[in-house]
């Protein structure tokens, strides 16, 4: 497995973690949140209305999902094609339907 992006834990959820509960660890290590704060998040948390994730803390969710599930888990692609108002309501849950379809 190549090395995390920089700044970052190498250590990923299991492969076989919930999709879920694989998103709320990446966004905790990508926050520098403790584990309490997991369990708040929710697939219906936005994560910029929600967590108020910077363009920085996506980049980084973005490549942690690029390293662990490959191309296929490219959030950053992902967002590029979203509105302003999509951008926004982009939840927990949805990013969990990116990864789900980047396993497929």
């Given at each position: 497995m190549p090395p995390a992006p920089?700044?970052?834990?190498?250590?990923l959820p299991p492969a076989d973690a919930a999709p879920h509960d694989d998103i709320v660890e990446l966004l905790r290590q990508?926050?520098?949140?403790?584990?309490?704060?997991?369990?708040g998040v929710g697939a219906a948390?936005?994560?910029?209305?929600?967590?108020?994730?910077?363009?920085?803390?996506?980049a980084a969710l973005s490549g942690l999902l690029v390293h662990r599930y490959g191309p296929?888990?490219?959030l950053a692609a992902y967002v590029?094609?979203?509105d302003?108002?999509?951008?926004?309501?982009?939840t927990v849950g949805d990013v969990a339907d990116?990864?789900?379809?980047?396993?497929s």
């Open positions: 920089p700044g970052l834990s190498n250590a990508v926050t520098g949140e403790d584990r309490e704060w997991s369990a948390t936005r994560l910029d209305g929600d967590l108020f994730l910077d363009s920085i803390e996506l296929p888990g490219d590029a094609g979203l302003l108002d999509q951008l926004i309501a982009l990116l990864v789900i379809r980047a396993r």
